[in-house]
């Protein structure tokens, strides 16, 4: 097995804090209230959707690493193949297991003041772990 033939691949970042939002969008803006108006319960549920935030930017970041090493001009041992493919379904894995204990697990029907931002990032967070889901089908 070939260090130089196999994809750099990082650990996923569950547990890491992010900014959840766009940032191209203004903090004070009513839609999106700034952290310090928030209430606990909102807070909570923002920082959580925020440690999710960072563990599906991992999953990208690997899951773009492995589609340019499949991808790649460099014709890839048997065992580079093997060892993509078992990543990949590790990936996979991880991306279920963040949909159903990371996301989801954040309830917004509760929230008051942070329920806005918090659908938003989760309808958002939804929609890139379902792309990321349909590209691993594709590799």
């Not at 928030?38 to 923002?46: D, G, K, N, V």
């Not at 440690?51 to 599906?56: K, M, R, S």
């Not at 029907?109 to 889901?133: F, H, I």
Request: glycine share 6%.
């Amino acid at each position: 097995f070939d260090r130089a033939e196999a994809p750099a691949l990082s650990p996923p970042a569950y547990g890491r804090s992010f900014v959840v939002g766009r940032r191209d969008m203004p903090r004070n803006n009513a839609a999106f209230p700034v952290a310090s108006s928030l209430s606990p319960r909102s807070e909570a549920a923002i920082q959580q959707l925020g440690a999710t935030e960072g563990a599906l930017c991992s999953l990208e970041r690997r899951l773009a690493e492995l589609d340019g090493f499949a991808h790649g001009s460099v014709c890839p041992s048997v065992e580079a193949i093997s060892k993509s493919r078992t990543e990949l379904a590790l990936l996979e894995a991880e991306a279920h297991k963040l949909e159903t204990s990371g996301i989801d697990n954040v309830y917004t029907s509760e929230l008051v003041t942070g329920q806005t931002l918090a659908k938003a990032s989760k309808k958002e967070q939804l929609r890139r772990l379902e792309a990321l889901l349909a590209q691993t089908e594709q590799i």
